[in-house]
């Protein structure tokens, strides 16, 4: 009996040490071809100097942009962590993206806090069935940006932030952050997103177009008020 329970343990620790092995393997060849289509993405306009993994699903790399671009940039690409298991099945659970941040200084150091966040709502009726559901009409609704805001003086002309905001609804790009200490600006977006060599050399026009929207000039009476900005999609309303 001992000896069975022996042979259990040794077998599942040698199928554990494979699925690491195995899955490890795969993460980082997904890395290796995500490092290539941001290479690709910067078009000479910058370079990858350094990339390192961080664990088995974490990869961060160095980036070098001129200086009138960016400053100490690096993204971080998230995989899934399919090397662990009980992790993996915790974030198909929770339906984890794969995701790549871009991070980096600013030109000058901005003097506020800024979030982006790209929400989504979406509603259905339950218990209709399909022939139903074909035969009504639907209203869908796509209303404007809603900033919400805890500054105490806040500015009637917010166009920097909505110009801002726009941007970063046009290329899918799922949050951006401006803070006045380092990383001064970071923007994430999925990874699979830049697969498309288009879409991945539009994203990089996109960060230093969002960048170019908001200067360091752009602040409140109020220099490290934060100023949370909550971006609302598209809305389906069933009459």
């Given at each position: 009996?001992?000896?069975?329970l022996l042979i259990d343990v040794v077998a599942s620790v040698a199928v554990l040490a494979l699925w690491y092995v195995v899955f490890s393997h795969y993460n980082r060849k997904?890395?290796?071809?995500?490092?290539?289509?941001?290479?690709?993405?910067?078009?000479?306009?910058?370079?990858?100097?350094?990339?390192?993994?961080?664990?088995?699903?974490?990869?961060?790399?160095?980036?070098?942009?001129?200086?009138?671009?960016?400053?100490?940039?690096?993204?971080?690409?998230?995989?899934?962590?399919?090397?662990?298991?009980?992790?993996?099945?915790?974030?198909?659970?929770?339906?984890?993206?794969?995701?790549?941040?871009?991070?980096?200084?600013?030109?000058?150091?901005?003097?506020?806090?800024?979030?982006?966040?790209?929400?989504?709502?979406?509603?259905?009726?339950?218990?209709?069935?399909?022939?139903?559901?074909?035969?009504?009409?639907?209203?869908?609704?796509?209303?404007?940006?809603?900033?919400?805001?805890?500054?105490?003086?806040?500015?009637?002309?917010?166009?920097?932030?909505?110009?801002?905001?726009?941007?970063?609804?046009?290329?899918?790009?799922?949050?951006?952050?401006?803070?006045?200490?380092?990383?001064?600006?970071?923007?994430?977006?999925?990874?699979?997103?830049?697969?498309?060599?288009?879409?991945?050399?539009?994203?990089?026009?996109?960060?230093?177009?969002?960048?170019?929207?908001?200067?360091?000039?752009?602040?409140?009476?109020?220099?490290?008020?934060?100023?949370?900005?909550?971006?609302?999609?598209?809305?389906?309303?069933?009459?």
């Amino acid at each position: 009996m001992g000896r069975l329970l022996l042979i259990d343990v040794v077998a599942s620790v040698a199928v554990l040490a494979l699925w690491y092995v195995v899955f490890s393997h795969y993460n980082r060849k997904k890395g290796a071809a995500a490092l290539r289509w941001v290479q690709d993405a910067c078009a000479g306009k910058g370079s990858i100097l350094e990339s390192r993994w961080m664990g088995s699903s974490r990869l961060q790399a160095r980036l070098h942009f001129p200086s009138r671009w960016f400053e100490n940039a690096r993204v971080t690409v998230r995989f899934q962590p399919r090397p662990l298991p009980v992790q993996w099945l915790m974030s198909c659970w929770h339906r984890q993206k794969e995701t790549l941040t871009f991070e980096a200084d600013l030109d000058g150091s901005p003097t506020f806090h800024l979030e982006v966040v790209r929400h989504r709502w979406c509603a259905h009726n339950r218990g209709i069935s399909a022939r139903k559901r074909d035969g009504r009409e639907w209203d869908v609704f796509e209303p404007g940006p809603i900033i919400l805001t805890t500054r105490t003086h806040w500015k009637q002309d917010p166009s920097a932030e909505l110009n801002a905001l726009m941007s970063a609804r046009r290329q899918d790009i799922l949050q951006v952050h401006f803070r006045p200490e380092s990383p001064q600006f970071s923007a994430t977006v999925r990874l699979e997103a830049l697969a498309d060599p288009n879409a991945a050399a539009e994203f990089v026009s996109a960060l230093r177009e969002i960048a170019a929207e908001l200067p360091p000039t752009a602040s409140s009476k109020s220099p490290c008020s934060r100023q949370p900005v909550k971006v609302g999609g598209g809305i389906e309303k069933n009459p």
